[in-house]
């Protein structure tokens, strides 16, 4: 069969998403194709994902990006993890690391030896077998070391950021590698007729826009994928009832922590992120338990520092699009879906997209084949950080609101509450070769909002239990020192990466 390569990739809508996928497209495509980017001035930037994943580090390193140098044009501290309170009760805190828990020793993994120790004397929490968590709580911050030996070689990081800056920060380098930016609000979308493929776009000047693949990264509103293809979109407000976001920033009144903060409140979650110069807070919330007023004044009630801007409201359905490649066009960020940002995912998921199309990058026929294994991909992607999301707000014993009462008692995926049951009975993770989340995150999640097994790994019996109490203490005493003695987060931003007075 004879087919023609693709010449010109139109990719429509600017922001993080759109940034992004133009700078990953210039640097692997080097050149060899047209790639044209639609975003208009007056549409502005929902810019509040300012928390990320450990992921979004290979992203820029696949760029070739100076980590100083990101970090000062996007204002950045570090992220060893995020914070949880007042989930499972009130009062309640645990975090999720971005490093393992312990080591496993004699075949047997840290958490199942730490779960039949407990029954014989008191322990530790298992937080305290995590540099990273350790580290955090301290306000210390180093990166981590290669050799495997160390204690220092256990854990990642990522980033909390401006997103408002890290977009003009990708359009330099796209456009300096040849992405050519048009100013314009797209007014319509012509299809072909034999096939229904998109033609082109037409602009509000009357431009018109042709183009072999387009990318759309028009934000919830999804010009292309729904608005001209109608790929429809999968609701999950059943199991993530909230809807809404009020964002602020704030002024920032104590040394940026190395963290992100996630607080349960009575109708949804309010978000703390340190950055350089600010502090970003929100308040994730579901509209049925609470109005928009009541929520925007929560959330200014509870500021740490005297407000930077006016309060925006943000409206969302948890979910993602029944096809996030349909024909010729991928919707990459809030087109293609969105699931809230309690673990940081939206940034993420932008760059699992940008992978997947380059390692199925299409001619200009996007056969089948190659489409429906994007959408399996990008499907168990959503799905399983859906899952995630999920079991922080059913796992609780929280009844004081009745947004909490409904998340307590509400049906569950049936992919989670297996997962549950395998965990409730003897300790066991289920893993993924590829997935977003590995051991460490579920474990923290289980343990920090009170599943605890019935029992654990049989196979830890064959050790005898002061040897393992033994290993036990000289872990918690090694990952402490090692803690204590690492630059001080705020430090250490001073001395490599802090924004050059102006």
């Known amino acids: 069969m004879i087919t023609r390569p693709l010449q010109t990739i139109v990719i429509v809508g600017g922001g993080t998403a759109g ?11 080097r050149g060899h194709y047209t790639i044209r980017l639609i975003e208009s001035a007056e549409i502005g930037i929902i810019g509040v994902g300012e928390s990320t994943v450990p992921h979004i580090r290979y992203f820029n390193d696949t760029l070739g990006l100076d980590e100083a140098d990101f970090m000062r044009r996007t204002r950045a501290t570090f992220k060893l993890g995020i914070e949880f309170r007042d989930w499972r009760r009130i009062g309640d805190a645990y ?73 003009p920060y990708l359009r330099e380098y796209a456009e300096r590698r040849g ?46 994928i729904e608005q001209a293809l109608h790929t429809g979109y999968e609701s999950w407000s059943h199991w ?70 006016d309060p925006r409201i943000l409206r969302f359905t948890a979910g993602r699009r029944k096809k996030t490649w349909n024909r010729n066009c991928l919707a990459i960020g809030l087109a293609g879906g969105f699931l809230e940002p309690l673990e940081s995912t939206s940034i993420h998921l932008i760059q699992s997209a940008i992978a997947h199309l380059i390692e199925l990058f299409p001619d200009c026929r996007c056969d089948p084949a190659q489409v429906d294994e994007y959408n399996r991909l990008m499907e168990l992607e959503f799905e399983r950080i859906r899952d995630f999301l999920i079991l922080h707000y059913h796992a609780i014993e929280r009844d004081d609101s ?43 999640v289980y343990l920090g909002q009170g599943i605890l097994p019935r029992s654990y790994d049989p196979l830890a019996d064959r050790l005898d239990v002061t040897l393992v109490k033994r290993q036990l203490e000289q872990m918690h005493a090694l990952i402490r020192r090692a803690a204590q003695s690492v630059t001080m987060h705020a430090d250490f931003i001073r001395q490599h990466c802090s924004v050059q007075p102006s």
Not at 415 to 430: A, M, N, P, T, Y
């Open 19 to 29: 940034w992004m996928a133009a700078a990953a497209l210039s640097r692997v495509l």
């Open 95 to 167: 975090m999720h690391p971005f490093g393992d828990f312990g080591h496993p020793f004699e075949g047997v993994k840290f958490h199942h030896h730490w779960l039949r120790l407990r029954q014989h004397s008191p322990l530790p929490d298992i937080a305290e077998y995590s540099f990273p968590i350790v580290a955090a709580k301290l306000g210390r911050f180093t990166p981590p070391l290669t050799d495997p030996r160390s204690v220092l070689s256990t854990f990642s990081y990522a980033f909390q950021f401006d997103a408002t800056l890290y977009a």
């Open 179 to 224: 992405v050519v930016r048009t100013e314009g609000k797209v007014v319509d979308v012509q299809l072909r007729g034999d096939d229904g493929f998109i033609e082109a776009v037409v602009l509000e000047s009357g431009q018109r826009v042709t183009g072999d693949l387009f990318i759309d990264c028009s934000g919830f509103r999804g010009l292309l």
């Open 240 to 309: 993530l009832p909230c809807d809404r976001a009020v964002a602020v920033p704030c002024a920032s009144r104590q040394p940026p922590t190395p963290y992100t903060r996630a607080t349960a409140r009575e109708a949804g979650w309010q978000w703390r992120i340190p950055l350089q110069h600010r502090v970003g807070n929100g308040y994730v919330y579901a509209s049925a338990f609470i109005n928009d007023d009541a929520a925007t004044h929560a959330l200014m009630q509870r500021l740490e520092g005297a407000p930077l801007a």
């Open 402 to 444: 009745a947004l909490w009462n409904y998340c307590r008692t509400m049906s569950i995926p049936t992919s989670l509450q297996d997962k549950i049951e395998l965990f409730r009975e003897r300790g066991h993770v289920v893993r993924y070769k590829d997935s977003l989340f590995l051991e460490p995150s579920w474990l923290a």
